[in-house]
């Protein structure tokens, strides 16, 4: 693909009333629609008229009466959200997370299947590990097991996924009314799988669906998240705050997958990007100051000990960060919890500035401008070897999603970066993603 | 409630093209919309044209490459179908089975608090424990574990799902913009359960859904199944052969239920009832003989096989039903197999005449007439202390589901058995359920 005809892939990662902490606070946000579904198929809609690559749900298996006292929380689960959103939208890819670490395979593998079914192959999965002990403690656990068990457990998890995906081949339904023959036994297999963690028998109870399977998103960013992500991943969400970073870990990243004899371009690289968006100066400085006002440094300062797991709870709001355990003895989220300090570091930030600088987008990099700032900084990023596109996290949907359509992806459109036509119905197909091969094929 | 204003309540046994295990081969059947969620779509809205108060899913975690020779195998999970259909309808309740034997309570309390969402307060859970080895073997054990054993776990986690139900009182969110409190902290509760089987913190991580909780139906008729519907169960769908076994089921249920310190009218009692309808007698004796041709008898002994764990694959065809292990011994589906056993015995029939028995209702009671006679027959029963209300399992789609609804439920609302129009929004009110006291509030 010559650098002309390459576009970028955006994809929306939905967050209620957007990824500022303070965005349901905002006072043009539609709050009291949090609990409707009406209101995210609206955003999704807009998206795919904006001809959207895809978007995104986070998630995760706890929260805590302390947590909720002040942060807003939706009541949906992805994997039911996005089966909802899939019979009322047509094009865009719709991803979920579900976690690898108190789940089963076959739940899992099976429902991605019966979203790819409902959406006619738009299907993805962004692979977790769950990461605190608070969510350890709604499975039968006190404390997380460590980071590493983790991962070879997420490890095994997906061999058994792509097995049990792989149990139909793709011909294996006959579906002769005449014969009587619904399927061709000998193209749906047992896996027999016995490993460390997973006994799996097989097959699926699902033949195979339109894109065979899910599309693997991954987004850990640890060296055990980089490893996982090059054997598995076929687009990975990463938090990255400075161009240099964001284009050392785009370099490293597709070496590795080079290495484990992949296609480094079967594995898009899309960094998170946290806009606030106005269409003068003013306008952004007015937005930002305003959702800064409704902070909650209480709330804000336990969102952070929980990301970094370590209870910062009683530290001094106006002294620098105080010192966290050594980045090799973290067991929760690795990566995002070693960005945080850098940046702390690297602009000498007091504890409140540093909380500010995450409100937006919790260590994801926050752009604030005019759309023209925002198009530069993208096309930036994206020609010169940092990002095969971006995951859009506006800092309150209300505007910033909506400038973003209307004047950021325009003018995208203009520079010929950005679709202006979906060209296919696939997730896979807007990605630019092949079907990966059937291992059991042909046996 | 007088036996005048005492309405009957209708379920809709979703079953793609049918319940008769030939129904996918049977001309007229659009088996090609299989794996079209559009079919699906189009047959629930007619159920809920009909005013019928729910449609239900039932499931399995497992299959096989010689079942899916000859039997058709639809592509959706429940619980995404279901989420799916929440959003392109208004009324109509929607009952998910998901097994309490291979999931853990955290993830299904909060699917189904999430499937209530979407619905505006319609879902429905059917409560099963899992009896087969074969899915066992999906999920990293040889044999399914005893049936008391499944039972003791069903009923913790039963127990613990109530509770994460529970977690959050109903006024507990608050959302005031102004003060930035989203949810008053002492509304939300860690569960802090500890049992046997499951160590669960809480709370979950939604909060209280319209309905408060979903629906729980339950289907087992076992002495276990039985204790568990007496204590938990909301709706009850059972397999009765005959209407004198439907009524004794009917009325040790509700004295259970009362036993239990349970108002029985908070019980509702739904048999199965597979209906061959035509509108002569001609024309249903012509859609019986076909649907009997296209049995293929290998696949019946297979799937009989399967439901009372015994191989009955060697049996001969033209004789008795073989000797079957004490139903002491039974660690599958317990009073299915007896009700199979009891059947074949009181009729006397050959091993293949059973199995045409079998292949309308797998053991559900199946009436085969014009709508007049199905009408007479449900009224009867509905009158005279056997049954609330149905659950309707055609024996092919098309065409006897659309004559049900265009024959026999005008029928039943002529003679004032079954309501005209919904008088509520929620599948609690269809089926006249109050919303169960919250163990945590006023604490």
Redesign the interface.
């Given at each position: 693909m010559n650098n002309h005809d390459r576009k970028m892939h955006l994809n929306l990662f939905l967050a209620s009333m957007g990824h500022h902490e303070?965005s349901?606070?905002?006072?043009d946000?539609p709050?009291?629609h949090?609990?409707n579904?009406t209101y995210y198929?609206e955003l999704v809609k807009k998206a795919e008229q904006a001809k959207m690559d895809s978007i995104f749900l986070a998630d995760?298996?706890?929260?805590?009466?302390?947590s909720?006292?002040?942060?807003?929380?939706t009541?949906?689960?992805p994997?039911?959200?996005l089966?909802?959103l899939?019979?009322?939208t047509e094009k865009i890819g719709l991803i979920g997370t579900v976690s690898t670490s108190?789940?089963?395979p076959?739940?899992v593998a099976?429902?991605f299947?019966?979203?790819d079914?409902?959406s006619n192959g738009r299907a993805g999965w962004n692979i977790i590990t769950s990461g605190t002990d608070?969510e350890a403690?709604?499975?039968?656990?006190d404390k997380i097991p460590d980071h590493a068990l983790r991962y070879k457990r997420a490890k095994e998890f997906l061999d058994v996924s792509i097995k049990l995906w792989d149990s139909w081949e793709d011909d294996a339904v006959i579906?002769n009314?005449e014969s009587?023959?619904?399927?061709?036994?000998?193209k749906?297999?047992?896996i027999n799988h016995k490993g460390e963690f997973?006994?799996?028998?097989?097959?699926?109870?699902?033949?195979s669906?339109p894109q065979k399977r899910p599309v693997l998103v991954q987004a850990g960013t640890s060296e055990n998240g980089k490893e996982f992500a090059a054997t598995y991943a076929e687009a990975i969400f990463t938090a990255q705050q400075t161009f240099a970073d964001a284009k050392a870990f785009y370099n490293k990243v597709k070496e590795r997958v080079k290495k484990n004899g992949r296609n480094p371009d079967q594995v898009k690289i899309l960094p998170g990007i946290c806009p606030i968006i106005g269409e003068t100066k003013e306008e952004v400085i007015e937005t930002e100051s305003k959702l800064q006002e409704?902070m909650?440094f209480d709330?804000s300062l336990m969102q952070l000990s929980n990301r970094i797991g370590t209870d910062l709870t009683s530290a001094k709001l106006d002294e620098p960060l105080p010192e966290l355990p050594v980045i090799e003895e973290i067991q929760g989220h690795k990566s995002r919890t070693e960005l945080i300090i850098e940046l702390a570091q690297r602009e000498n930030l007091t504890l409140k500035q540093l909380l500010i600088r995450l409100a937006g987008g919790r260590g994801h990099y926050t752009i604030v401008g005019t759309p023209q700032k925002i198009a530069d900084e993208l096309e930036y990023w994206f020609l010169n070897g940092a990002a095969d596109g971006f995951n859009i996290m506006p800092q309150i949907m209300n505007p910033d999603f909506d400038l973003f359509i209307r004047l950021v992806i325009p003018e995208l459109q203009k520079r010929g970066l950005f679709r202006t036509e979906y060209t296919g119905n696939t997730l896979r197909e807007h990605y630019g993603l092949a079907i990966p091969d059937n291992q059991f094929m042909s046996i």
């Open positions: 303070a349901w606070r905002y006072p946000a709050t009291e949090l609990f579904f198929k995760r298996t706890s929260t805590s009466s302390k909720v006292k002040y942060g807003a929380l009541p949906f689960e994997t039911t959200l089966s909802a899939a019979v009322v108190f789940n089963e076959y739940n099976r429902r299947s019966s979203l079914f409902l608070s403690q709604n499975f039968n656990l579906l009314k009587g023959i619904f399927a061709d036994s000998r749906v297999h047992e997973f006994k799996v028998r097989g097959p699926l109870n699902i033949s669906s409704l909650n709330h």
